[in-house]
Each structure stands twice: as structure tokens, then as C-alpha cells.
């Protein structure tokens, strides 16, 4: 990843984009950024992060509750990824964007990846600052999702020749998977049924292994499953047919973790440990059913 916030010149020539906006802050400050993959290579993406709405600060004076103003709605972050390497002409940018159109899975494919190296500048900050609260964004949950080509000058600028709105970026959910959950939630907060803590830590290591790290998700692999096969082992109401295949699955992730204290795991050790994350998932939402409350 590049050093942070750099000037880069701009170009009349169209260069493609994938444009994000999300409520509130994202953690980096407003700028662009530019991702390497090693200091002096090659620009694998151009991220520039713009605050929307930002709510004017005014001096504050204490003020009767029926005399406050209502509060300013919370600010939008636009986050514009641009493609470094320009397209040789308006017709080849029109071209690629015309073929995306025609093919929604193309295009949200290319939205996903554009979440993804977002992310990391995100996740990058995160570090950086020390600041476990920066969120991790997604796809999925971006206010809206648009592709599309501009000049260097346009897109470093938030603004585009030609865009479109990537129709299926958030996922439609069904009546039934919204009330699910909420029956669900209403037992933890109830106080019927406590949390289980290694669900928390499986959509953890599902986070990581959709955002492309697999040192993390190894390692919260490891710790996910060896949470997941206490609880099923202490758990005398349910009897998981899934506790068998996640037993064979502990030596490969912890091998995989292993590897992950040093570098990445071999691309066969990834394989298994996002194999061995898919089959918790699975068997997490196996024992919410038997519970009579199925789980996402």
C-alpha cells in the first residue's frame, strides 16, 4: 500500500471507477490515497475519500430541551476507486461500461473488489490510528454503488462523464430473514439464552476471509472453531451432525494458523481454512434452527 495521501497528476484521458457512498465517517481522512502493492510499484488503485453534508460546527449554548434544534443528519462519505490505467479512448471506456451493464453479475463483481481494496485502506487506518472503531465496509453496505468513466480530473474530483448505478450491490432480503433475526435477538436480550461467543468470532473470520486477509483469517479461524467445538461438546439439548467434519477440520486450520504467525498460509492451507469458515457458518445456523429460531 502506498504512503498515505498523495498528489497525483490528472489526465484527460477516461479512467474507470467504482464509486461507494456510506453513512458517517470511514476513519481516513478526506484526500487521495494511492494502494501499492510495494513502495515504488505500480498503483493498483487511487482511492479518494470526500465528505458529503459534513453538519457545520456553531458555537453551542445550553438551551431548554423544547427550545433544541433537531440535529443535523449525519455526514455521507464518498469513497471514488479509480482505475490507475487510463483506457485508450471514450469509445474503449463506453465500451467496457456497456458490457457491464449488460452483465449484473460483471458488475457487481467489480463493485465487490472495489469494497474489498477499500477496505483495506480502511482496515489500514485502523491500525495506524489505533482505532478499533473504524468500520468495515462492504458492498453490501453502501448507500448506493455506481460505475462508471471520467476524465483524470473529473474522477479525482468525485465526478464522472458517464456513470450507472450497480442494480444488485445490496442484497434483497426476504420478510421471513428479517424477522428471524429479530426473533433470535429478542431471546439473547431477554435473557432466555446466552450468546454463544463463537458466533461472534465465526462472522469474524468470515469478514476476513471476504476481505482477502488470510493471516487474520486463519488465526481467527483457529480460535473460532476451538470456541465452536467447546460449546457443542458442553451442549447437552443439542447433538450438531456437524461436530464430526469440524473435528477433522481443526488440524488444517491450525496448521494454516501456524503459518499465519509468519506470512500467508500456502494457497491449499487458504482453501481449507475458508472451507473449514463455510462449514462453521453452516453449523451454527444448524444448531439456531434445532433452537427453533434459524440464524443468517
Known amino acids: 500500500m502506498g504512503s498515505g495521501r498523495e498528489r497525483t497528476g490528472v489526465s484527460d484521458k477516461p479512467f474507470r471507477f467504482v464509486q461507494l457512498d456510506y453513512a458517517g465517517t470511514l476513519g481516513p481522512a478526506d484526500g487521495r490515497y494511492v494502494l501499492r502493492d510495494e ?20 458555537p453551542r449554548r445550553a438551551r431548554r430541551a423544547r427550545d433544541a434544534e433537531p440535529s443535523s443528519p449525519p455526514p455521507t462519505t464518498r469513497a471514488t476507486l479509480i482505475d490507475p490505467a487510463a483506457a485508450g479512448s471514450e469509445e474503449e471506456a463506453r465500451g467496457w461500461l456497456s458490457g457491464l451493464r449488460s452483465d449484473s453479475e460483471a458488475m457487481n463483481a467489480v463493485v ?7 477496505n483495506a485502506l480502511v482496515r489500514a487506518h485502523r491500525v495506524a490510528a489505533g482505532d478499533p472503531f473504524s468500520p468495515h465496509v462492504s458492498a453490501a453496505g453502501a448507500l448506493v454503488a455506481r460505475v462508471g468513466h471520467g476524465s483524470g480530473e473529473e474522477v479525482a474530483d468525485g465526478r464522472f462523464s458517464e456513470a450507472y448505478e450497480a442494480p444488485g450491490h445490496r442484497r434483497r432480503t426476504r420478510r421471513r430473514e428479517l424477522l428471524e433475526p429479530q426473533e433470535r435477538l429478542t431471546r439473547f436480550v431477554g435473557g432466555h439464552r446466552p450468546m454463544p461467543a463463537s458466533e461472534e468470532l465465526v462472522l469474524r473470520a468470515r469478514i476476513d476471509v471476504e476481505a482477502g486477509r488470510p493471516r487474520e483469517a486463519a488465526l481467527q479461524a483457529r480460535v473460532a472453531l476451538e470456541a465452536l467445538l467447546a460449546e457443542l461438546e458442553d451442549d447437552e439439548t443439542y447433538s450438531s451432525p456437524d461436530r464430526g467434519d469440524l473435528a477433522e477440520a481443526r488440524t488444517g486450520v491450525s496448521e494454516a494458523a501456524n503459518a499465519a504467525l509468519r506470512g500467508d498460509p500456502s494457497g491449499a492451507a487458504q482453501a481449507h481454512v475458508s472451507d473449514a469458515v463455510a462449514l462453521m457458518a453452516k453449523a451454527v445456523r444448524r444448531r439456531a434452527i434445532a433452537e427453533g429460531v434459524p440464524s443468517r
Open 39 to 58: 513502495p515504488g510499484g505500480p498503483p493498483r488503485r487511487v482511492v479518494v475519500l470526500t465528505t458529503l453534508d459534513r453538519p457545520s460546527r456553531r
Open 112 to 118: 465487490a473488489q472495489a469494497a474489498r481494496e477499500l
